[in-house]
């Protein structure tokens, strides 16, 4: 008897060459989807290539701009996922462009191929927040239920893991400044989510093992301070600097000048969403609607930076980890 051999299913990554999107193309792959990156520039996603067979992951050209190339890219998709969104605005990439129009033309691609669909969006998402970041991200929520009302969302808190912007960022400054700034005093609370876990998460979306229809708050095991991540950054690169509060006034101040940079350490846009904790709500908590929903347990800050910030101590991973 001919063993007829099934042809693996094609998920359409958008935003696949960046931090979280390299993660999620793993697991994808490991699974044994065809996975197509759709990305700006696509000959700069040659790095993804290892992660898969030879031929199993395919970048493509898309702008979430530009509706023909969104509609172009998930050709033949089984189902579609967005990673996509931006910290800071720059150019032609505004909020409301990528965040709010990109996730409904994401969306209604989708929708017109019967692709089902996986939208990640940010933990902090409110249509009546004075942050433009996190507006966008709400009504760029609202367009995919109105899109297609079965897709799973996910609001991930601070994500964290080797190329993570946070504490890679911080890490970094500590090697030639004697201080590090606390914005607003330090006790803004976040609940830091390993990239791994949340890779994983989308995964299992895309598996089918994860109900549709319902916005999950995703966030690590432990809720901590701003001033209790840094702390505990500088535990493990093993250095000792001076945490500074930053009054909220000056913050908003330097981040004016500061936002006028390519690559801006800090924006007002920023420095609003920092007033607000950015932790798993309670009605996420009461309705199941967190990470524990998708049979994940998320592992902790303590058990994941040692394994990457090494770098960032005096002799990198040859230095003797001082008693305290």
Known sequence: MTEILQTPQLV????????????????????????????????????????????????????????????????????????????????????????????????????????????VSALGADANSPSLYAQTKARGEKAVQDTLPNAVIYRPSIVFGPEDQFFNRFANMARFSPVLPLIGGGETRFQPIYVGDVAEAVARAVDGKVKGGSIYEIGGPQVLSFKQCMEEMLEVIDRKRTLVPVP???????ASILGMLPNPLLTKDQVLLLRSDNVVSKAALDEGRTIAATGIAPKSTASILPSYLWRYRAAGQFTRRTEA
């Open 12 to 119: 359409t990554v958008f935003g696949g060459s960046g931090f979280l999107g390299r993660h999620v193309v793993r697991a994808l792959a490991k699974r044994g989807y065809l996975v197509r990156v759709a990305c700006r520039r696509p000959d700069l996603a040659f790095h993804l290539q290892p992660l898969g067979n030879v031929g199993q992951i395919q970048p493509v050209q898309a702008n979430l701009r530009v509706r023909w190339s969104v509609d172009r890219a998930v050709q033949g998709a089984s189902h579609v996922v967005n990673l996509v969104g931006i910290l800071h605005e720059g150019g032609r990439q505004r909020f409301s462009t990528v965040q709010e129009f990109g996730a409904r033309a994401v969306a209604e691609a989708a929708r017109a191929v019967g692709a089902t669909l996986t939208h």
């Open 248 to 254: 909220w006034s000056i913050a908003n101040l330097q």
